[in-house]
């Protein structure tokens, strides 16, 4: 019997990984390997870009330069991000009580404009069904 990939641990390689914030250059030409079931940490002080770099692994930025690659795959092929499950859990949790719980879960894609309001819906409501809250957009 064999155990999915994603129950194993994954391969995750960055490659000259860069990003700027208007003149602010945040990521500079990033690379690393993290081997499966390897334990990985990324320290630095507040600013230094450890979120940033989390958030374009899972696909929630988008990179100006280099590549990502989950199991040698791109991060934006088909399906990879189904596959492995890829999710991030925010330092700061805090709901903000004068949204439903669809409009708190979409916040942070409609905040930074990454996908269009159609898509941000699907992706509300599939992210919500898997928890259960089918309906609570």
Not at 31 to 54: A, C, D, H, Y
Not at 82 to 102: E, I, K, W
């Amino acid at each position: 019997m064999s155990t999915p990939a994603n129950q194993q641990g994954v391969r995750v390689e960055v490659r000259d990984l860069r990003k700027k914030f208007g003149d602010h250059e945040v990521l500079r030409g990033v690379s690393f390997t993290v081997e499966r079931g390897e334990i990985f940490v990324l320290m630095g002080p507040s600013g230094s870009g450890k979120s940033v770099l989390l958030k374009h692994i899972i696909g929630l930025e988008e990179a100006d330069g280099g590549e990502m690659l989950i199991e040698g795959h791109s991060i934006h092929a088909e399906g990879l991000r189904d596959r492995y499950r890829m999710a991030m859990v925010f330092q700061s949790g805090a709901l903000l009580n004068s949204l439903t719980v669809g409009e708190n879960v979409g916040l942070y894609l409609r905040e930074h404009r990454l996908k269009p309001e159609a898509e941000i819906r699907r992706v509300v409501a599939e992210k919500l069904a898997i928890v259960g809250l089918t309906g609570a957009e």
